[in-house]
């Protein structure tokens, strides 16, 4: 696949709610598909799904189970196409072991936010350093009130926040990853103007 070397991760775990406390969202079975078909579309690697609770973990390795073995896979071939590009893993660690083991490389990790910080990059410079193909990337798309500050001030890469033509600023993760893997992968776009 053409960005095998670029995975992409939804963390439910660490994320903040409203008042920038550490807690652990809870998985929607909107997220499932409404970010593998985007991997699948643009050709990732893989989705990790950042879960580390049993039962959540228990819910979504039933759902990858009926896309890939039971009558889902035999119901939407193209659904169970993209499901297999599905891992739940505990923690970002794991989610960074397990491209380890894929592709031999610790991955460069690239933040998402709705702010700016020094490390933050345009589309184009993130687009420009993927397709060398010189390095390993993992997507970290944050979910309540958004991945801790701490742990988006360790990314390798920032991308610039997505913003409209006024002042809200509140998409959901779904939304964001379909933006944002567009911006970066997308055949039919112009370069110059993102």
């Not at 660690?93 to 702010?115: D, H, M, N, Q, Y």
Request: net charge positive; glycine share 6%; aromatic share 10%.
């Amino acid at each position: 696949m053409e960005n095998s070397h670029v995975f992409i991760s939804v963390v439910h775990y660490p994320a903040v709610n409203k008042d920038k406390k550490w807690v652990v969202t809870s998985f929607t079975t909107l997220d499932f598909h409404d970010v593998a078909r985007p991997a699948r579309t643009y050709e990732l690697g893989g989705y990790f799904i950042v879960q580390p609770l049993k039962s959540q973990q228990f819910v979504i390795n039933e759902q990858i189970k009926y896309w890939l073995e039971g009558f889902g896979s035999r119901f939407n071939p193209r659904r169970s196409d993209a499901a297999k590009l599905v891992k739940v893993v505990s923690s970002i660690t794991e989610a960074v072991k397990s491209i380890e083991k894929i592709t031999g490389k610790t991955p460069k990790l690239i933040g998402t936010s709705a702010k700016k910080y020094p490390q933050t990059v345009t589309y184009s410079e993130m687009r420009s350093k993927i397709e060398k193909k010189e390095d390993v990337y993992l997507i970290l798309m944050g979910t309540g009130w958004g991945m801790p500050e701490e742990l988006v001030k360790s990314c390798d890469y920032i991308l610039e926040p997505i913003q409209g033509p006024g002042e809200y600023n509140h998409l959901s993760v779904r939304n964001a990853v379909a933006i944002i893997l567009d911006r970066l992968f997308s055949v039919n776009r112009d370069l110059e103007s993102l």
